[in-house]
Each structure stands twice: as structure tokens, then as C-alpha cells.
């Protein structure tokens, strides 16, 4: 009972602290951009075959058609839809992201926590290993681990993970080690709650914010390696379609209609530009001293 | 005689997100040709800030927002632009400061940074830069000045840092020179060295001098004359013996007060100023010194003291400074009275 | 004296001993996973003759054991030897070192641009926070901070090859044979590497430059009198460069990475290229040793950065007498 006693002031500052965020990012226009753009994305892929139909359905008196009322993205040459088939591979491209994302959450959280949790020594190691992941080209260590697990829409979003958990773990440890020194973490202890509690009960939530903001770049650099992995033929495989496929196989027909190669492309930055920029501003906003600005 | 250097209605404010924050209010003053003129206040009174503005060389979002800063020439250094602002910093005043590590470029070797200095003022080949370079180090006490204008920054002790940065500051022949606290870095004994340096230089080369520092006991040894700045305004000025004798202002009288005498008693209490200074954002009505003023009567609340003159040279901004003047009123702040 | 000696031979031997840990793992990771490369090979996995496949994997000497062919891997790394190519009749260094001429063309023209690119548009962006040529600079920077390079690549390809037909998309031609053609052909992807390379450049130099322009001995330059252009390109850039020297083993390790992308894009046979068909056929032989010889330039740039850095901050310069 004296726990609940305790620790009720600190989460209600920590509630306090998670809504001056949300009203901080919302005077901050890119943020409030980045915010929208990355809803509709979800949105879109979600309700990617009632907008535009099935990404498979073949039009054959419609081959490589302009856009049109019928087609608005136009068609390609084969004579789907393009607007369907680059919603589709959105929604394959986002799940390997968000996939790749939450394999690096979990495996850098932990990574991270226990770093900060554990003795300096084990800590130290701990953190010299990421840096040491952090040193070799990633692109290269994905190579190695496409080679080795092989190509798939699942392997993919593994590899994208591991290969940005490190990153995770490096801001997973600094966001705790920050609420550690906290008081209301000696409060809690104080009184006697158990340190896993303490964990999932109060540091999580507020370091939350700080993981948030690394998820969202997590996600935006997943999106580059599906998209960068796929055109180089070695991520999704057809007939699984992502953006990065669909960038592969319009870029091959790049003569025949450059539409088929700009409408992934497009997508593919638009979308990895809203990830990072809303990562980046709610890490701005986390920092007070970039706030002053 | 005409005055080294004029000021006349400084004011300078930082420019936040809200309106302006005035720092230094309305500081008025002049020096005369080879004057050594002392500017002291606690830290956050505005006399670093003034040094500064005498260079241009505050830095954004901290600025000049009013007033004229005039040379023995006419310029008026407040009103240039600041490419013209080049041929006057180094050449007509140039500037000493505080920490002399960071002062100086780390990874430029003393002797290029005192040449540069050269250079940007006077058409000389590299070798006349170098011979002048190794007397100038000659002449504030470098050592082996040859071997020692190949060095680094690092390589010197902080005193004869120091001494690198005055070789620098007189590298190019300035008339007036602002001293920023050019002794708070050192240590005791290089201190003293360094203030006397300064001194020697002062007077063979009839040096301008304004030393901004917070220490009377270096003011009292270097200066003529001196002006006491709270919270950004000045708030008593006057030749030297008759301040430390007869200060005008309850403020200045605290600073002396506070001073560690080696006679006073060791077993008396340190007295000190109570209290704090205000921030510039929130200056009390009336007097800015009223909240700390042993003195301070209905009269300080409703109306600040102008800075007035008295006699002989003496001025202060002090409803009570005619009458301190004339002697008629008892000091508050004996140098036992340290209550806090 | 007896210091820097001992300084570099720490560096050197951190550095062997970060290849040697490389290499490990490269060659552990290719094989804890179930699958034989010579199957690929031999065409799938069905209806493959049972003999031909272990003559095969004798051949190649995968009949071994792991320890058995990664210590006969490194011994053949020492002697300049790589080893036999799983799929072509090639040796691995006869591939690399086919390949290996049109990948330094493109990442040393690369880099240099990304140089000649960021340090400007840092200046602009820093010195001159607010001026419109700054906020250019800085949307330019995040858009190619956003942008993975095979994006950029296939912009320029649009644009400059499909629409406006200024340079050939794809090819190659040894600069020996045409060196106009040459340059031609490798103009689209170095700019594209070379702005890969400037984007992060930007952000750290313009966060370094600010910082540096608000020392101290900033002050001091100006106080003397030096015009700005003097105090920015004589004190501040220089100061602000060293820091960012750290970074040069990571913008290296952003060139090898971008190669790979922007060498597919552009059908540019370099190493890149090689790697990706290596990956492809699963032909770990030349993949191993062209991941290690990736490492082996990354740590060899961290080793040069690390001499560097002593040679260029007096701070750090080893064995001179510290007050």
C-alpha cells in the first residue's frame, strides 16, 4: 500500500511529462506534417484493395496506360493497376519495417537495459559490442545475413532488426540511465518494490518517449534496407510485390515508361521522409535545450 | 585633453523569444588619453558585457541597442559595420581576456597567431612579422621568445599564456586596451606579475586601460580611477583613494567591506554583501540596490537615483551620496558587520 | 620516442585484431546455416547426382571440417592467396582484382565530391544560420539524409538520361581505353555517391563549425581584427575539421555500403557488383573475402585517421614534452 503511495506522484508527473510532449510536437509544423503523412501511409495500406482493387487484376486492353479515372496511377505492363499494386506493396513494405522495427525494440531494449542495469563491467561490454556492430558497413552485414538466411519478406524484417539493434541499444541504455538517477526510482526502492516492477511499471513508460522517437527511425531506416535490399534482388521475392520490388522491375522497364519507376520511388522517400522527420522532431522536443531554440 | 574612449548612453539588451532584455542600462563614461580606468560589479553586472560592446564583440542574441562608443578619432565603433569594425579592433583597441587557454587557437602555434594579428593591420613581409613577433615576446617576458614563438598554445603555463595574449593585443599598437579579468585564471603569485606587466606596459607605451575585474584589491594597484556597475548601471565613479576612502554608494561601501584585509582581525567574520543581485528580468522598483541597501529608505522604492555628480570628479546613483559625501551619515556596514 | 612507437603499435594491433574478429564472424555466419552453396550449383536440389556433389564438395574442400577450412582460409589470406571462386574457374583474386580499378574510380571521385560538396554548404549553413542559401543547404541535407543513394541514383537517371538524354544511364569503359566516355559514365554515380557521402558530412561539420564559432579563441581572432572570412577559413573550419576526422572511418564505411546500391544502379562492374552476384549464387568464397577486404580498408582509414589526428592537433602529438 505505501507503494502505491509512493510512487502515485511520480507517474502522475510522468503522465504530466508525456502530455506536454504530445502538446510540444504539436506546435512544431514538421512534426505535425510528418505526423500526418505517416497516418495516411497506414491508412492507405490498410485500405489498399477497397480504394484501388486488387493489385493482381489484369486489364489487357490497358497496357502501360497513362493515368486515367479508371486507372489513377495508370497501368503497367502487364496491365495492372498501379495504384493498387503500389498500395499493396506498401502494406508488405511497412510490415517488414514495423516488423524490423519491433526485432529491434525488443532485442536493442533489452540489449540496452541490461546494460544499464547490469555492473559497469558487463555494461561496458555490453555497449562495446554495439559499437563494434555500429563499424561495420551495414549494408555489407546485411549481405552476409541475406547470404546466410536467405531472401524472404520474413528474413528481411530479422535482418533489418538485428541490424539496427545496436542503435536501439545505445539510446534504449541512456534514456534509462537517465530515469535511473531519477528520485522516484530511490522512492520506489525505498519502499520496496521489486526491481522488474519498478521497470515495467515506471522507467518504461518514461523513457517511452525516447523509444518512440528511436522507433520511428528505426522504421525509417528499415525502409531503406527493404527497399535497397529488394532492388538489389536479394529481399522480397515475386511474386510478393514491395516498393522495393516494384522500384526493381519498373527500373528495368525504365525506357519503356519512366511512371512505373517514379511512383515507388516517390513513395518510398515520402515515406522515409515522414518516419525521420517525426522521429527526429520528437527527439528535438525531448531535448529542452533544443526547445530554447 | 582629448578622451581615449567615450561612451555615452550604452545600453544593450538580449533579444529571447519574449521582448528584450535590457543587461546594461544607459552606462555613460569617459577615459582619457592613458587613463587606467577600473570597472568592477559582481559577476552579472554588466561589466564584461561593457567590455565587450567596446570591441563589438558581443555575440548574438546579446546586442547594442543604444548609445555611441567613441574613439580619440570621432568614430563612433557603435555605428560601424562589421567588415569596417576590422581596422579598428586590434589597431585602436584591442582586448585581453579572462582564461588566455581558451583564448588562444589550440592548434595554431603562438608565434603564426601574434603574426596574424600583424598582418591583418600593417603590409609587412613575413620576416619583419617574425622579428617583431620574438620582440614582443621579449618584451612582456617570454623567455627564449625564438624557440618559444614555435610552440603551442599548450606548451605554455598560464601565466605566460597570458603574456602571449598581451604580446598579441599590443602587436599591432593600440591606444586603448580592455582588460577582461586578466588576472582570474592565474594563480596568486602570477597575478601579481601579470598586473604589473600589464602596468609597465601601460605606462612606457601611455596605454588606455580599462580592467574590468571583480577584485578592488587588483583594481586598487592598477588603477586610477574607478566605476562601480550593479546590475547593469553604474553606480558610483571616482578617482581611486577617494572611493576606497570615502565610498558614495552603499554598494560600492559593501564591496570594500568585503575585501580581506590582512589587518583585520582573523577572528572577526568575513563581512559580505547580503543577498543576492537582482536578474536583469526582475530589477526591483525604485533603487536596483534597495532589496541589499542598509540604507534604504520610503524614497528608494518610488524613485531611482540618478547618477549624479558630486564633486571632484565624484559621481554615484544614490538618493543618500550628498550627504555620505559631506560626511553626515554613519556607515551601516562596519567591517565587523557581516550579518547575513 | 618509446611512445609513439608504442602508440601505433597499439593502434596497429587493434585493428588486427578487429579484422581477425571480422573474419570470424563473416566466415561463422556463412556457415551456422543449413544449406550447401553447391547445390545452387549443380542446379537445385533435386536430381542431383550424390557423387558429383561430394566430388564437388571436395573440390572445393567442403568436405572438411569448419575449423579445418577456416584456418585454411586465413592461411591462404596470408600468402595472398583467397582461394577458388565456388561457381566461376576464377581464383577469388583474379575477381577482386578485375573489379577492383572501377570501384576506387567511383569511391575516391565520390569522396571527393562529397568533400568539395559538404565543407561549402556547412560554411553557408553555419555562418549564416538564417540566410536563404542555408535553408537551401539544409533541406537539401535532410531530403538526402532520407533518400537511400540508389534513390538519388535513379533520380539522376530520369531526369538526366530518360528525359533530358545527357549521359548514358549504364556502362562502363576503362578510362585508358576512352577517357572521355569514361568520365561520361561515371559522372551520374559519383555525384550520387558523392552526395550519399555529403549529406552526413553537412550535419556533423555544420554542428561542429557551430560549435567551434562560438569558442573562445573565435573571439580572440576577431578581437584582433581579421576580417570573418579570415576568422571562419583560418580558425574556425580548420578546428572544426578535426573533430569530424573521427567520422572519416564512418563516411568511409558509408562509400563501401553505397557502392554496392549505386554500383547496381548504374551497372557499374566493380566490387559492388560482385557482391551482390556472390550473394546471389551463394559463392561464399568470393563473398568472405570481399566483406573482409571492406573491413580490412575500414580499419585501415581508422588506423590513418588515428596517426592523423596526431599529426594535425598538437594537443595530441605523442612523445613532445605536456606541461
Given at each position: ?293 | ?340 | ?151 538519388v541514383g535513379i533520380a539522376f537517371v530520369v531526369v538526366l538520361s530518360v528525359q533530358a538524354g545527357l549521359l548514358p544511364a549504364r556502362g562502363y569503359v576503362p578510362f585508358v581505353e576512352d577517357p572521355l566516355e569514361n568520365l561520361r559514365l561515371v559522372a551520374m554515380p559519383a555525384l550520387t555517391l558523392g552526395l550519399a557521402v555529403a549529406a552526413p558530412l553537412v550535419v556533423l561539420l555544420r554542428a561542429s563549425l557551430g560549435e567551434t564559432l562560438r569558442a573562445p579563441f573565435i573571439r580572440t581572432a576577431t578581437g584582433k581584427g581579421l576580417q570573418r572570412r579570415r576568422v571562419v577559413l583560418g580558425h574556425a573550419l580548420p578546428n572544426a575539421l578535426i573533430p569530424s576526422l573521427t567520422y572519416l572511418g564512418v563516411t568511409v564505411g558509408y562509400l563501401l555500403g553505397g557502392v554496392v546500391v549505386v554500383e547496381y544502379v548504374f551497372g557499374w562492374p566493380g566490387l559492388g557488383s560482385l557482391v551482390v552476384d556472390a550473394v546471389l549464387k551463394r559463392d561464399y568464397a568470393v563473398l568472405q573475402s570481399v566483406v573482409l577486404l571492406a573491413v580490412a580498408i575500414f580499419v585501415f582509414v581508422t588506423f590513418v585517421t588515428d596517426l592523423l589526428y596526431g599529426v594535425l592537433d598538437p594537443r595530441l602529438r605523442v612523445g613532445e614534452g605536456q606541461p
Amino acid at each position: 500500500m505505501s507503494a502505491t503511495v509512493a510512487t502515485g506522484p511520480a507517474l502522475e508527473t510522468a503522465a504530466a511529462g508525456r502530455v506536454g510532449i504530445v502538446r510540444r510536437l504539436s506546435r512544431r509544423p514538421a512534426a505535425v506534417v510528418s505526423a500526418v503523412t505517416i497516418a495516411v501511409l497506414l491508412l492507405l495500406s490498410l485500405l489498399a484493395t477497397p480504394i484501388a482493387g486488387s493489385p493482381t487484376a489484369i486489364d489487357t486492353r490497358e497496357i502501360l496506360a497513362s493515368p486515367s479515372g479508371a486507372h489513377w496511377l495508370g497501368t503497367d505492363d502487364l496491365g495492372r493497376d498501379v495504384l493498387a499494386r503500389t498500395l499493396a506493396g506498401g502494406r508488405l513494405t511497412l510490415l517488414v519495417a514495423f516488423g524490423a522495427m519491433a526485432v529491434s525494440m525488443a532485442v536493442g531494449t533489452l540489449w540496452g537495459f541490461v546494460a544499464a542495469a547490469a555492473g559497469r563491467a558487463v555494461g561496458e561490454g555490453l555497449m562495446r559490442a554495439a559499437d563494434a556492430c555500429l563499424a561495420i558497413p551495414p549494408i555489407l552485414l546485411a549481405l552476409i545475413l541475406v547470404a546466410a538466411f536467405g531472401a524472404s519478406s520474413w528474413t528481411l524484417a530479422l535482418i533489418s532488426g538485428l541490424l539496427l539493434a545496436p542503435q536501439t541499444a545505445r539510446i534504449a541504455r541512456s534514456a534509462l540511465l537517465t530515469e535511473l538517477r531519477s528520485d522516484y526510482r530511490l522512492a520506489a526502492r525505498a519502499v520496496g518494490v521489486s526491481p522488474l516492477r519498478t521497470v515495467f511499471g515506471e522507467l518504461l513508460p518514461n523513457a517511452s518517449p525516447a523509444l518512440i522517437a528511436q522507433a520511428s527511425l528505426t522504421v525509417a531506416w528499415a525502409i531503406g534496407i527493404e527497399a535497397s535490399l529488394s532492388f538489389l534482388g536479394l529481399g522480397v521475392q515475386p511474386p510478393e510485390a514491395s516498393w522495393g520490388t516494384l522500384l526493381q522491375e519498373g527500373y528495368a522497364g525504365l525506357y519503356r515508361s519512366v511512371w512505373l519507376t517514379v511512383v515507388p520511388g516517390v513513395a518510398i522517400f515520402v515515406a522515409i521522409l515522414a518516419f525521420n522527420t517525426f522521429g527526429s522532431q520528437l527527439q528535438q522536443a525531448l531535448d529542452p535545450r533544443q526547445e530554447e531554440r | 585633453m582629448t578622451a581615449a574612449l567615450t561612451v555615452t548612453g550604452l545600453t544593450i539588451e538580449v533579444v529571447g523569444r519574449d521582448a528584450p532584455l535590457q543587461l546594461v542600462r544607459d552606462v555613460s563614461f569617459q577615459l582619457g588619453a592613458g587613463e587606467r580606468l577600473g570597472l568592477v560589479g559582481e559577476s552579472g553586472s554588466g561589466k564584461s558585457l561593457t567590455a565587450l560592446a567596446v570591441m563589438r564583440l558581443l555575440q548574438a542574441p546579446v546586442r547594442i541597442s543604444s548609445g555611441q562608443i567613441t574613439l580619440s578619432d570621432g568614430t563612433d565603433v557603435a555605428a560601424l559595420e562589421e567588415r569596417e569594425l576590422a581596422a579598428i579592433r586590434g589597431r585602436r583597441a584591442a582586448m585581453v581576456y579572462q582564461d588566455p587557454l581558451s583564448a588562444l587557437n589550440p592548434v595554431r602555434r603562438v608565434g603564426d597567431q601574434i603574426a596574424e594579428a600583424i598582418h591583418a593591420h600593417e603590409d609587412v613581409t613575413a620576416a619583419v612579422a617574425r622579428r617583431r613577433v620574438v620582440e614582443l615576446l621579449r618584451e612582456v617576458g617570454v623567455p627564449d621568445p625564438e624557440r618559444r614563438a614555435d610552440q603551442y598554445p599548450h606548451e605554455f603555463s598560464g601565466g605566460m599564456r597570458q603574456r602571449v595574449v598581451i604580446a598579441m593585443a599590443l602587436s599591432a599598437g593600440p591606444e586603448l586596451l580592455v582588460a577582461d579579468e586578466p588576472t582570474t585564471a592565474l594563480d596568486v603569485t602570477t597575478q601579481a606579475r601579470i598586473l604589473e606587466l600589464l602596468l609597465r606596459l601601460a605606462e612606457q607605451r601611455g596605454l588606455a586601460v580599462i580592467l574590468i575585474t571583480h577584485d578592488l584589491g587588483v583594481a586598487a594597484r592598477f588603477c586610477d580611477r574607478l566605476q562601480v556597475m550593479y546590475a547593469g548601471r553604474l553606480v558610483e565613479t571616482g578617482p581611486l583613494a577617494d572611493l576606497y576612502r570615502n565610498p558614495l554608494h552603499p554598494y560600492s561601501e559593501g564591496l570594500l567591506a568585503s575585501v580581506c584585509r590582512l589587518d583585520a582581525d582573523p577572528a572577526a567574520p568575513m563581512p559580505a554583501l547580503a543577498g543576492q543581485p537582482p536578474s536583469a528580468g526582475q530589477l526591483p522598483a525604485g533603487c536596483s540596490f534597495r532589496p541589499r541597501c542598509a540604507y534604504a529608505y520610503e524614497r528608494c522604492e518610488r524613485e531611482r537615483p540618478p547618477l549624479t555628480e558630486i564633486a571632484g570628479g565624484r559621481a554615484a546613483a544614490c538618493h543618500l551620496a550628498p550627504e555620505r559625501s559631506a560626511g553626515t551619515v554613519a556607515p551601516a556596514l562596519a567591517p565587523t558587520g557581516g550579518d547575513r | 620516442m618509446n611512445g609513439l612507437r608504442g602508440y601505433v603499435l597499439r593502434r596497429l594491433g587493434a585493428g588486427v585484431l578487429l579484422l581477425a574478429l571480422a573474419s570470424l564472424l563473416t566466415f561463422a555466419l556463412l556457415r551456422v546455416v543449413p544449406g550447401d552453396p553447391t547445390i545452387t550449383k549443380l542446379g537445385g536440389a533435386r536430381n542431383i547426382d550424390p557423387a558429383a556433389l561430394a566430388e564437388l564438395r571436395h573440390e572445393l574442400g567442403l568436405d572438411r571440417s569448419v575449423v579445418a577450412q577456416y584456418l585454411s582460409w586465413v592461411g591462404g589470406l596470408l600468402q595472398g592467396d583467397l582461394g577458388q571462386s565456388y561457381f566461376s574457374q576464377y581464383a577469388v583474386t583474379t575477381l577482386i582484382g578485375q573489379r577492383v580499378v572501377p570501384t576506387l574510380e567511383l569511391a575516391g571521385l565520390a569522396f571527393v565530391v562529397g568533400l568539395v560538396l559538404a565543407v561549402p554548404a556547412a560554411l553557408v549553413s553555419a555562418t549564416r544560420p538564417r540566410s536563404i542559401a542555408a535553408r537551401l543547404v539544409n533541406a537539401a541535407t535532410a531530403a538526402l539524409m532520407a533518400a537511400p543513394p540508389f534513390l538519388v541514383g535513379i533520380a539522376f537517371v530520369v531526369v538526366l538520361s530518360v528525359q533530358a538524354g545527357l549521359l548514358p544511364a549504364r556502362g562502363y569503359v576503362p578510362f585508358v581505353e576512352d577517357p572521355l566516355e569514361n568520365l561520361r559514365l561515371v559522372a551520374m554515380p559519383a555525384l550520387t555517391l558523392g552526395l550519399a557521402v555529403a549529406a552526413p558530412l553537412v550535419v556533423l561539420l555544420r554542428a561542429s563549425l557551430g560549435e567551434t564559432l562560438r569558442a573562445p579563441f573565435i573571439r580572440t581572432a576577431t578581437g584582433k581584427g581579421l576580417q570573418r572570412r579570415r576568422v571562419v577559413l583560418g580558425h574556425a573550419l580548420p578546428n572544426a575539421l578535426i573533430p569530424s576526422l573521427t567520422y572519416l572511418g564512418v563516411t568511409v564505411g558509408y562509400l563501401l555500403g553505397g557502392v554496392v546500391v549505386v554500383e547496381y544502379v548504374f551497372g557499374w562492374p566493380g566490387l559492388g557488383s560482385l557482391v551482390v552476384d556472390a550473394v546471389l549464387k551463394r559463392d561464399y568464397a568470393v563473398l568472405q573475402s570481399v566483406v573482409l577486404l571492406a573491413v580490412a580498408i575500414f580499419v585501415f582509414v581508422t588506423f590513418v585517421t588515428d596517426l592523423l589526428y596526431g599529426v594535425l592537433d598538437p594537443r595530441l602529438r605523442v612523445g613532445e614534452g605536456q606541461p
